[in-house]
């Protein structure tokens, strides 16, 4: 899938417009979104597209270009979204709580949204003044990322520090976002994480996002919400929605929903 991407990028810009965003949709080929005057723009060019729910899935932005995208990319997310079942069956058995208490709240696959955003960083000028993908949490239950192969880049923040993310190319790295945050009720923390430049190399990622349908109310699972633990966050739908909203002016959306 990696490979698949990059030869994507690797495409002259007029090859590429054929799948470019159009002004306010997130979805297809563009650079940074702008919403906010006062926002920092991040070193980046993205293709963004959804996955799931298949009749959500806008083909026009799919490339044809290499001719084996499209079917890779339906391989893997479908492989992915078993994984993910997978995932939030362990959640639960890891707390000790029924196995299905975070997949029942979280809702089918077929009905779940699966979001691919390949990431393109070019080499910077200034890397130590731009930043590829600023700091941010993830406004999914879990997001699968695919990082590249020979250029480091990801970075979490911990204690106030940023810690790197070695290459392992033969790993995805497996980030709980802030749905399995508010579900779990902080149990799993959704970390801050971001992406720095380098002057030398491009860097390729490829992130998917896994979150619950908009319709789904989703809280604290019980079980998690006790007196030695109070509920923490209160029930959310559609969250996503105003995500970048917030994530644009570098504040964290978790921030309304927390009691
Ligand atoms: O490029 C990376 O490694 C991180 C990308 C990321 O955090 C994201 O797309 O949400
Ligand atoms: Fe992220």
């Not at 380098?198 to 990622?205: A, I, L």
Request: net charge negative; glycine share 4%; aromatic share 12%.
């Amino acid at each position: 899938m990696g490979e698949v991407g990059k030869q994507f990028f690797d495409f002259p810009p007029e090859t590429k417009h054929k799948y470019s965003r159009k002004d306010v949709s997130t979805e297809g080929y563009g650079s940074d979104i702008i919403i906010a005057e006062e926002q920092t723009l991040d070193w980046t060019d993205r293709l963004f597209l959804t996955t799931s729910p298949k009749d959500q899935r806008q083909l026009k932005f799919w490339p044809e270009i290499p001719e084996s995208f499209r079917e890779t990319l339906h391989e893997y997310t479908t492989e992915l979204e078993k994984l993910n079942e997978i995932l939030l069956k362990a959640m639960a058995m890891c707390l000790n709580l029924e196995e299905n208490c975070f997949l029942d709240m979280y809702g089918e696959k077929e009905n779940a949204t699966m979001i691919a955003r390949f990431n393109f960083y070019p080499p910077c000028p200034r890397p130590d003044l731009v930043i590829g993908i600023k700091p941010h949490a993830d406004a999914s239950a879990f997001t699968y990322l695919l990082q590249d192969k020979q250029v480091e880049g990801l970075q979490f923040l911990k204690d106030n520090q940023w810690y790197r993310v070695p290459l392992n190319p033969e790993a995805l790295v497996i980030n709980a976002g802030d749905y399995a945050e508010i579900m779990s009720n902080g149990i799993f923390k959704s970390p801050v994480h971001r992406a720095v430049t380098n002057s030398e190399r491009e860097r390729m990622s490829l992130a998917v996002f896994c979150v619950p349908n908009p319709d789904r109310e989703i809280e604290p699972v019980n079980g998690v919400v006790n007196e030695a633990r109070p509920r923490l966050y209160k029930k959310v739908k559609d969250y996503a929605r105003s995500y970048f909203e917030y994530y644009q002016r570098g504040r964290r959306p978790i921030e309304a929903a927390i009691i």
